[in-house]
Nanobody, 115 residues
Framework: QVQLVESGGGLVQPGGSLRLSCAASGSIFKISTMGWYRQAPGKQRELVATITIGGVTNSADSVKGRFTISRDNAKNTMYLQMNSLKPEDTAIYYC?????????WGQGTQVTVSS
């Protein structure tokens, strides 16, 4: 079992920044790629960004140039630095880890971008 706990969400004005963290615990040796997903009200969950154990990243076009995913393997923690936030970034953000034998999800953290 792998447990994922997100933190760092909150309310921010348009143009502001937030940094999300995802701490992993348990059978972390099973983790390969990790990622951030988000789900806005009335919409399907969508990919935000992913990062492999070797540090190769991929991100959605909608966040390129604004969001940066990173990973500290020594601390078993993944981050999402979000800059130039827009109201359309408002969503619950979920941490995801791909395992040898399945997938783990965090409980989610709310990000609200509003003036």
């Amino acid at each position: 079992q792998v447990q994922l706990v997100e933190s760092g969400g909150g309310l921010v004005q348009p143009g502001g920044s937030l940094r999300l963290s995802c701490a992993a615990s348990g059978s972390i040796f099973k983790i390969s790629t990790m990622g951030w997903y988000r789900q806005a009200p009335g919409k399907q969950r969508e990919l935000v960004a992913t990062i492999t154990i070797g540090g190769v990243t991929n991100s959605a076009d909608s966040v390129k140039g604004r969001f940066t995913i990173s990973r500290d393997n020594a601390k078993n923690t993944m981050y999402l630095q979000m800059n130039s936030l827009k109201p359309e970034d408002t969503a619950i953000y979920y941490c995801n880890a791909r395992l040898w034998d399945g997938v783990s999800w965090g409980q989610g953290t709310q990000v609200t971008v509003s003036s």
